[in-house]
């Protein structure tokens, strides 16, 4: 009887079939990360203006183009307040009323705003654009306003997101709108916004070659400020 045994148990040992079958046993998961989440007053973003409220004697001024208004970096609304997700500007545009209710309407389509909030980070749309009729003839002053934009620069943040939620349940949306904005953007985190910052300041602490841009045109190499833009001389062809 003991032989039998012995046999059997060095049969089961070596046999390869038995030594796939899986175990199944009790499973212990780490509890998740509570968050300390600060929600606004108002979860859901509010429907923009198309457009401004202003008084009578200011409500049919018209304006140059200013294009300053979207060169450069932005040096103010550049960070996540509630330090979740959001959608950042990588370029300068213009955003048009369709642009915002875009945003808003994809945004309410597909998240739960029970755990969930979102924010608008630019202002409603301000600056006129004019335009002339079609087939009129050049001159006769400048034309009446035909519709009204929000200016944004690189770093802008346009919308942020927040509240009970995953970053990989909140990207896909996210990017969709990213994709479809009148300028370059991306869907960014928290983390993924300080790696960023991180990984600048590294490349500029460790760079080993001394002919940047920066002391090219402070130092007038070949007489560039001959050919280069003023804006060249403010941000080092960082930007447009």
């Known amino acids: 009887m003991q032989l039998y045994r012995n046999i059997s148990k060095s049969l089961l040992s070596s046999c390869s079939v038995f030594k796939s079958v899986p175990v199944a046993g009790v499973k212990s998961f780490s509890?998740?990360?509570?968050?300390?989440?600060?929600?606004?007053n108002?979860?859901?973003?509010?429907?923009?203006?198309?457009?401004?409220?202003?008084?009578p004697q200011v409500g049919s001024y018209r304006m140059q183009k200013k294009l300053r208004l979207m060169r450069g970096p932005e040096e103010y609304h550049n960070t996540l307040l509630h330090k979740q997700?959001?959608?950042?500007?990588?370029?300068?545009?213009?955003?048009?009323?369709?642009?915002?209710?875009?945003?808003?309407?994809?945004?309410?389509?597909?998240?739960?705003?029970?755990?969930?909030f979102a924010i608008w980070r630019i202002p409603t749309p301000w600056q006129p654009i004019t335009?002339?009729?079609?087939?009129?003839?050049?001159g006769s002053g400048k034309g009446s306003i035909d519709h009204y934009v929000t200016p944004v620069k690189a770093g802008?943040?346009?919308?942020?997101?927040?509240?009970?939620?995953?970053?990989?349940?909140?990207?896909?949306i996210l990017i969709n709108i990213a994709?479809?904005?009148?300028?370059?953007?991306?869907?960014?985190?928290?983390?993924?916004?300080?790696?960023?910052a991180e990984k600048k300041k590294i490349m500029e602490e460790t760079n080993l070659n001394p002919w940047t841009w920066k002391y090219i045109i402070q130092n007038n190499m070949l007489g560039c400020h001959k050919?280069?833009?003023?804006?060249?001389r403010r941000w080092f062809n960082e930007y447009l």
């Open 31 to 40: 509890a998740p990360t509570k968050l300390d989440i600060e929600y606004p």
């Open 42 to 55: 108002r979860n859901k973003l509010r429907v923009v203006p198309r457009v401004p409220i202003l008084p």
């Open 85 to 116: 997700y959001g959608i950042v500007a990588t370029s300068g545009g213009r955003f048009r009323y369709q642009n915002f209710e875009m945003i808003r309407m994809t945004i309410l389509k597909n998240v739960d705003y029970t755990k969930v």
């Open 131 to 138: 335009k002339k009729t079609q087939g009129m003839r050049m």
């Open 156 to 172: 802008q943040i346009i919308v942020e997101v927040g509240g009970t939620i995953e970053y990989f349940e909140v990207k896909p």
């Open 179 to 196: 994709k479809r904005l009148p300028c370059h953007a991306m869907a960014v985190s928290q983390e993924m916004m300080d790696e960023m």
């Open 227 to 232: 050919w280069i833009s003023k804006y060249d």
